[in-house]
C-alpha cells in the first residue's frame, strides 16, 4: 500500500558531494518523522540523522555540519545532503519514515530498500 524508495547513491570522491531522494508513494495521509539511516560492511546500522513534520532536525555528530535533511512534503519526498564526503561515510544508506495511510490512519514505520554510498579516490 506504501512504497519508500531511496535514490541518489553513487561512486564519489572524498570532498565531494551526493544528494540522496526517500520518496514515499502510496494511499498516504501523513508523512511524518522521517529517519536516515546508514549501514557500513560488518557493522550495525546506525541513524544519520531525521527530519519531523515540522521540518525540524538533527544529526549524528560526525555528520553535523556536513549533512542537511530536507523535505517536499508536496512530493512525500525528503532528501539527505551530503557535503564534504569522507571514506567514513560508505555505507548502504536507508530511510525510515512514520507513515500513515488513508484505510485507517495508523500510523506505521517503512523502510526503504537502501542505496549504496561509496566514498573512494
Known amino acids: 500500500q506504501v512504497q519508500l524508495v531511496e535514490s541518489g547513491g553513487g561512486l564519489v570522491q572524498p570532498g565531494g558531494s551526493l544528494r540522496l531522494s526517500c520518496a514515499a508513494s502510496?494511499?498516504?495521509?501523513?508523512?511524518?518523522?522521517v529517519r536516515w539511516y546508514r549501514q557500513a560492511p560488518g557493522k550495525q546500522r546506525d541513524l544519520v540523522g531525521y527530519?519531523?513534520?515540522?521540518?525540524?532536525?538533527d544529526y549524528t555528530d560526525s555528520v553535523k555540519g556536513r549533512f542537511t535533511i530536507s523535505r517536499d512534503n508536496a512530493k512525500n519526498t525528503v532528501y539527505l545532503q551530503m557535503n564534504s564526503l569522507e571514506p567514513e561515510d560508505t555505507a548502504v544508506y536507508y530511510c525510515?519514515?512514520?507513515?500513515?495511510?488513508?484505510?485507517?490512519?495508523?500510523?506505521?514505520?517503512?523502510w526503504g530498500q537502501g542505496t549504496q554510498v561509496t566514498v573512494s579516490s
Open positions: 502510496g494511499s498516504i495521509f501523513s508523512f511524518n518523522t
Open positions: 525510515n519514515a512514520d507513515i500513515a495511510v488513508y484505510s485507517d490512519f495508523r500510523i506505521r514505520d517503512y
Open positions: 527530519i519531523d513534520s515540522g521540518g525540524n532536525t
